[in-house]
């Protein structure tokens, strides 16, 4: 199994600042995807990133909003930009874990914008 | 597109109760199917899958089949316990060939067990 670890795990941030959550995996793995869980709310795909490439975004999400970075094939940082309220949620970040199609998730990174 | 749908919560049972929590889903060719499991102030684990039709998922005395004729993945456990209490989820993985990550969850489901 991967071991997924993310930073910051909490966070109270002020509405107009952005913010860099990091996600490290003990392995190498060709792509790692970031999610989005709001208040009470099931877990939405923010984008993908694979190494080397630019990420992929799902409908609803932007790059100016949600800029990616996979400099590596075991780390990747998500920055949420320009928070406002509405972005307070749990960020979590999950990779592929190579065999019979598992899917792993780090423990999250609750953010609480004021 | 691609949809999970889970029975409407909360679910409450007294402690050594049979649980169901029903899954069905909506989705073109042959997905793969999980239960994760995110218990108070944590991040979201595996619970159990099943990658085709037919295969029990089974953990933790948690068990789901896969059932393509009736596009249904249904919880079960035949005795949970107060350390049961979380909130579960249903998802699927359609999108087959390298991109395994890409889950459609369904709503979760808060299952609170009393003693």
């Known amino acids: 199994s991967a071991v997924i670890s993310q930073k910051p795990s909490r966070d109270i941030c002020q509405r107009g600042t952005s913010l860099t959550i990091q996600c490290q995996v003990d392995?190498?793995?060709?792509?790692m995807f970031w999610y989005r869980q709001q208040p009470g709310q099931s877990l939405t795909l923010i984008a993908t990133?694979?190494?080397?490439?630019?990420?992929?975004?799902e409908s609803g999400f932007v790059i100016d909003k949600f800029p990616i970075s996979r400099p590596n094939l075991t780390f990747s940082t998500l920055t949420v930009s320009n928070m406002s309220p509405e972005d307070s949620s749990i960020y979590l970040c999950?990779?592929?874990?190579?065999?019979?199609?598992?899917?792993?998730f780090g423990e999250g990174s609750w953010l609480t914008v004021v | 597109g691609d949809s999970v749908t889970q029975m409407e919560g909360p679910v409450t049972l007294s402690e050594e109760a049979f649980l169901t929590i029903n899954c069905t889903y909506t989705?073109?060719?042959?997905?793969?199917l999980f239960w994760y499991v995110q218990y108070p102030g944590e991040g979201l684990q595996l619970l159990l899958k099943?990658?085709?039709?037919?295969d029990k998922g089974s953990n933790k005395g948690f068990e789901a089949t896969y059932r393509k004729e009736t596009t249904s993945f249904h919880l079960e456990k035949g005795s949970v316990q107060v350390s049961d209490s979380a909130v579960y989820f249903c998802?699927?993985?359609?999108?087959?060939?390298?991109?395994?990550?890409?889950?459609?969850f369904g709503q979760g489901t808060i299952l609170t067990v009393h003693p």
């Open positions: 999950s990779v592929d874990g190579g065999s019979g199609n598992t899917i792993y």
């Open positions: 392995s190498q793995v060709t792509m």
């Open positions: 990133a694979n190494q080397g490439s630019e990420a992929t975004y």
């Open positions: 989705a073109t060719g042959y997905p793969s």
């Open positions: 099943a990658t085709k039709a037919d």
């Open positions: 998802a699927l993985n359609n999108a087959g060939g390298t991109s395994y990550g890409k889950l459609t």
